[in-house]
Every structure is written in C-alpha cells, then in structure tokens.
C-alpha cells in the first residue's frame, strides 16, 4: 500500500469528536471524548493529530506525556482506511524529534503483544521491549510490553574543531 504524507498538527477542540470516535474503534477501553479535551490544558502533553492535507479529514492521532527528561507515548491510533500508509510513524517521528530536540533521556510506550503490527513499527523506529506488566489490557486479558527507545548524546558534538575540545 502507498504511503499517505499528512499534515501533523496540535490537536484542537474541533478534532475531539473524531478523535473520540477512533478510540472507540481501536481500543477495549477508549478515551472518552471529554477524558482527551482534558488533555488539551495539560502543560506536560502534547497531543497531535495526522489529517489528510487537502481535506483536513483526521488519519489518526498520538499523545505524549512529558515528566522530567522521559517522553510516554500514551495513545496511538489510526483509522482503519489509513493504516500501515505510514501515518503512525510520521506521528512518532514528531515525537522523535521533539526528543532530541529536548534532550529528553527516552520515550517509552506499551503495546498489545498480539499487535504484531504496531511492534514491528516501533521496533523499525528504534523502540526495543525493556519488559512487561501484567494483566496491563482488558477484554481481551493480555500483557502489555513495555517499548523504549532510549537516547545517548553522549559528549556534545566539536565538529572536529580542536580549539572547541
């Protein structure tokens, strides 16, 4: 299938009952749309959302969580019409970049071990499973692995100028 390019943005009131709408389809225990305008005044969030660039029409959404220098990935989730087209890896690019750009340590989310899918995203984005919580899902029961991508800056970069060293 053809890669979609969106346009990511902030999410806005506007997008709310669409995006509750898709909770309700991709998860056992969504998000309720008042549970995610909550999130819209929330400092340590950033919440986006991937819409098609001619019509606006939402592909899909993620939300991150920011606490010290760790990003958590708390919501993934794409219509059905617009998965594996690239729309949840352009979401976690964002994040990705935002990482970097804040230096924050790693970003972290869960996932279903039954989503082969989503694992194989995130692992291809540089996510590897650090662990499990147990009974994490209901209906059905399942685990949750635990995805980390973990970020080393190591020593600030000198560009190979002696005098900076």
């Known amino acids: ?14 997008h709310l009952d669409e995006l509750a709408r898709l909770e309700r389809i991709c998860f056992s225990r969504p998000w309720s749309r008042a549970m ?5 005044d929330n400092q340590c969030a950033a919440f986006l959302v991937a819409v098609e660039p001619v019509t ?3 592909a899909g959404y993620a939300g991150l ?6 990003g958590y990935i708390t919501n993934v989730a794409v219509f059905p019409e617009y998965r594996r087209r690239g729309v949840a ?17 790693l970003l972290t989310l869960e996932v ?4 082969a899918a989503a694992i194989a995203l995130y692992r291809g984005l540089g996510f590897e499973e650090v662990g499990r919580r147990r009974n994490y899902y209901d209906l059905p029961k399942e685990d949750a692995l635990i995805m980390t991508k ?15 060293e």
């Open 150 to 164: 973990n970020y080393d800056y190591g020593e600030e970069e000198t560009d190979g100028d002696p005098a900076a």
């Open 89 to 105: 890896e352009q979401l976690i690019a964002v994040f990705d970049s935002f990482a970097r750009g804040n230096r924050l340590a």
């Open 36 to 40: 995610l305008a909550e999130e819209l």
């Open 112 to 115: 279903r071990p039954s989503n």
């Open 65 to 70: 969580l920011v606490m010290a220098d760790e």
């Open 56 to 58: 606006e029409k939402v």
């Open 1 to 14: 299938m053809e890669k979609m390019r969106v346009k990511v943005v902030p999410m806005h009131p506007d």
